[in-house]
T-cell receptor, first 114, second 115 residues
Framework: AQSVTQLGSHVSVSEGALVLLRCNYS??????LFWYVQYPNQGLQLLLK??????LVKGINGFEAEFKKSETSFHLTKPSAHMSDAAEYFC????????????FGTGTKLQVIP | DAGVIQSPRHEVTEMGQEVTLRCKPI?????LFWYRQTMMRGLELLIY????????DSGMPEDRFSAKMPNASFSTLKIQPSEPRDSAVYFC?????????????FGSGTQLSVL
């Protein structure tokens, strides 16, 4: 079975600083990996996804993530944090082959300090 | 497109009462998911429908929970009788298909409080 582990339930960064949210995955077969963002009182929205093409994936709002098989990681980064980035971020994994449910991590709340 | 529509937005009820949550998926989507989000357990998949048929209900907590999808444009999640531990945010999500790279579209959720 596949799973993801998000390191750090809360991360604080200053406005303009680098954002780094960590995600490690566990899967016996090549996975598809996703980052979703949840703003207060809203549902989750897809930020970006890795589907075995390029290992560096660019998403919306300036976010990107790099798939590193050797480290089983899929960390989310943004060079410069903006106040509007304050939200909760979820890493998720799914594998191909028939029905495979999406498994979400426990989430990381990002606080951006002015 | 209006996106995934859930109702009600908030529900407050007393223990023992029946609660019905509703979801209208995006038109043309054939996969529908019900999730529950709590601080303690995070985001849990309750049930998954494909082409209106329940495929995976292994996440449904117990017999008090039931879900239906009578047609492609409507689904319900019912809790009877409700208990305080059912308090959570319940999300409905839909997707175009069942491919592993398919993205999920989430509704805004129903905040359920059982007193």
């Amino acid at each position: 079975a596949q799973s993801v582990t998000q390191l750090g339930s809360h991360v604080s960064v200053s406005e303009g600083a680098l954002v780094l949210l960590r995600c490690n995955y566990s899967s016996s077969v090549p996975p598809y990996l996703f980052w979703y963002v949840q703003y207060p009182n809203q549902g989750l929205q897809l930020l970006l996804k890795y589907t075995s093409a390029a290992t560096l994936v660019k998403g919306i709002n300036g976010f990107e993530a790099e798939f590193k098989k050797s480290e089983t990681s899929f960390h989310l980064t943004k060079p410069s944090a903006h106040m509007s980035d304050a939200a909760e971020y979820f890493c998720a994994v799914r594998v191909s082959g028939g029905y495979q449910k999406v498994t979400f991590g426990t989430g990381t709340k990002l606080q951006v300090i002015p | 497109d209006a996106g995934v529509i859930q109702s009600p937005r908030h529900e407050v009820t007393e223990m023992g009462q029946e609660v019905t949550l509703r979801c209208k998926p995006i038109s043309g989507h054939n996969s529908l998911f019900w999730y529950r989000q709590t601080m303690m357990r995070g985001l849990e998949l309750l049930i998954y429908f494909n082409n209106n048929v329940p495929i995976d209900d292994s996440g449904m907590p117990e017999d008090r929970f039931s879900a239906k999808m009578p047609n492609a444009s409507f689904s319900t999640l019912k809790i009877q009788p409700s208990e305080p531990r059912d308090s959570a945010v319940y999300f409905c999500a839909s997707s175009l298909g069942d491919r592993a790279n398919e993205k999920l579209f989430f509704g805004s959720g129903t905040q359920l409080s059982v007193l």
